[in-house]
């Protein structure tokens, strides 16, 4: 009887060692879980993360023509700054500019509505009473990475890529009344995002002209950087640092948002 109840006090505690183990990894390689610190601790070895390229080292521009203007973001890693301790671009045109930021992001979701954290589900969480100037929403890698449905510019399928975008400029439209810009990443060798990108082209010049592209993906001026500056500027080949965003980025975004909110 000693025997089996050290046997099984020794099978639980490896059970927990191994859980204690997976929750480690998962904080280090997934900023998931109670080890999510380990993470945040790994990003800030990366040259392009140090202090001086923080949100909290940005000096206001007071005579930004953005100042004031009332932009809602949603998306999910790339617009909540993954890679950058949560300070993405839309954090930069806040501090930068005087951007008025509604920033909804969760890392990990999609466009298309497959589950309760997709874009369209977290759509509602933006208030039906904003006066804003400007809706960007995030072409989500993710949406090509979990292999979703991409259906057609014309769609009305929330649980396709297009459908959902289809859905939240609608949503848009009738809450807001403002112009929606759509962002890419910049270029990484994925066939599934690049018909994305090709599809976001074709709907933008086809819809009216609330509608609008930032395409990083295909601007082969932008996406001319030296290795050394991809090495600062980004994490892995779809997460800026907060260099990224601060030095590459935003000159990008201040530039497209200026030329809709004139």
């Given at each position: 009887?000693?025997?089996?109840?050290?046997?099984?006090?020794?099978?639980?505690?490896?059970?927990?060692?191994?859980?204690?183990?997976?929750?480690?990894?998962?904080?280090?390689?997934?900023?998931?879980?109670?080890?999510?610190?380990?993470?945040?601790?790994?990003?800030?070895?990366?040259?392009?993360?140090?202090?001086?390229?923080?949100?909290?080292?940005?000096?206001?521009?007071?005579?930004?023509?953005?100042?004031?203007?009332?932009?809602?973001?949603?998306?999910?890693?790339?617009?909540?700054?993954?890679?950058?301790?949560?300070?993405?671009?839309?954090?930069?045109?806040?501090?930068?500019?005087?951007?008025?930021?509604?920033?909804?992001?969760?890392?990990?979701?999609?466009?298309?509505?497959?589950?309760?954290?997709?874009?369209?589900?977290?759509?509602?969480?933006?208030?039906?009473?904003?006066?804003?100037?400007?809706?960007?929403?995030?072409?989500?890698?993710?949406?090509?990475?979990?292999?979703?449905?991409?259906?057609?510019?014309?769609?009305?399928?929330?649980?396709?890529?297009?459908?959902?975008?289809?859905?939240?400029?609608?949503?848009?439209?009738?809450?807001?009344?403002?112009?929606?810009?759509?962002?890419?990443?910049?270029?990484?060798?994925?066939?599934?995002?690049?018909?994305?990108?090709?599809?976001?082209?074709?709907?933008?010049?086809?819809?009216?002209?609330?509608?609008?592209?930032?395409?990083?993906?295909?601007?082969?001026?932008?996406?001319?950087?030296?290795?050394?500056?991809?090495?600062?500027?980004?994490?892995?080949?779809?997460?800026?640092?907060?260099?990224?965003?601060?030095?590459?980025?935003?000159?990008?975004?201040e530039e497209v948002i200026a030329a809709i909110c004139q």
């Amino acid at each position: 009887m000693k025997k089996k109840s050290l046997i099984i006090g020794g099978v639980t505690g490896g059970v927990i060692i191994l859980a204690l183990v997976g929750l480690i990894l998962a904080g280090y390689f997934a900023s998931f879980g109670p080890f999510s610190f380990l993470f945040n601790n790994y990003l800030m070895t990366k040259e392009g993360n140090a202090e001086k390229y923080s949100v909290a080292e940005v000096i206001p521009d007071e005579n930004s023509s953005l100042k004031g203007k009332k932009i809602a973001f949603l998306g999910s890693s790339v617009t909540y700054g993954y890679a950058a301790l949560g300070e993405s671009f839309a954090d930069f045109l806040e501090t930068k500019d005087g951007v008025i930021k509604y920033k909804e992001a969760v890392s990990g979701t999609t466009l298309a509505d497959i589950d309760n954290q997709s874009y369209v589900s977290r759509f509602s969480n933006f208030s039906t009473d904003l006066d804003l100037d400007l809706f960007v929403l995030q072409l989500s890698t993710n949406d090509a990475s979990k292999r979703a449905e991409l259906g057609d510019i014309s769609s009305s399928d929330k649980t396709t890529s297009f459908g959902a975008i289809n859905y939240i400029y609608q949503k848009v439209e009738e809450q807001y009344n403002c112009p929606v810009l759509i962002y890419t990443n910049p270029y990484y060798q994925n066939e599934t995002y690049q018909n994305m990108v090709s599809l976001a082209e074709e709907l933008c010049k086809d819809e009216n002209d609330n509608l609008y592209l930032l395409n990083l993906y295909d601007d082969e001026e932008f996406n001319s950087i030296t290795s050394e500056e991809r090495k600062l500027y980004m994490f892995d080949n779809i997460h800026p640092t907060r260099c990224g965003y601060q030095n590459w980025w935003l000159p990008e975004f201040e530039e497209v948002i200026a030329a809709i909110c004139q």
